[in-house]
């Protein structure tokens, strides 16, 4: 963990529920992932076999304050950013986009019936749709090796399945799989 400070970021959940524990809240809870932050989302095969886009860990969820996965999400934005070079201003942007997106979702999910929200996801094509609007912006050069760079995830988030994690996280005793 100490090889930046996105890597420390990722292991310390339970810090930061300490320390948001003690900031005011809306008193609104939820069941929380409990460790959003952006490695714990991603590209993978639903049981649909439609590539979809979510969070793919749970491992530290626990009921609590809507307001900790997002504040943890956009740290998390923030920290990467910086990880990978990008500017101070352009990872302020990035975690202001995620947080206006989450609220403009969350509106939109609010005025929905209960099976509507139950089938709300973000698919491949809507993911496809966004970059390739943004790198046609940027010029055909752009655009084709955006094309390039999705073909290239999806064909393997394609390979990242429920069965295929059931493999990896679960054995057969006595006839009957167990984790």
Known sequence: MSSSAFAYYRGSAAVMAYDLAQQPHTGGRTQLCGDAHLSNFGLYGSPERDLVFD?????????????????????SIVLAAQDRGFKKKEAR?????????????????AGAGNL???????????IEERALAQARSMGRKQEKLARARLDQI????????SARAAGKLTEVVNGKRRF
């Open 93 to 109: 942007s990035a975690a202001v986009a995620a947080c206006e997106t989450y609220r403009e979702i969350i509106q939109r999910l």
């Open 154 to 161: 999806f064909g393997k988030a394609r390979t990242k399945t």
């Open 55 to 75: 969070v793919n860990d749970f491992d530290e969820t626990l009921p609590g304050p809507f307001e900790w996965d997002v504040k943890r999400l956009a740290a």
């Open 116 to 126: 509507q929200v139950w089938y709300a996801k973000v698919d491949a094509s809507m």
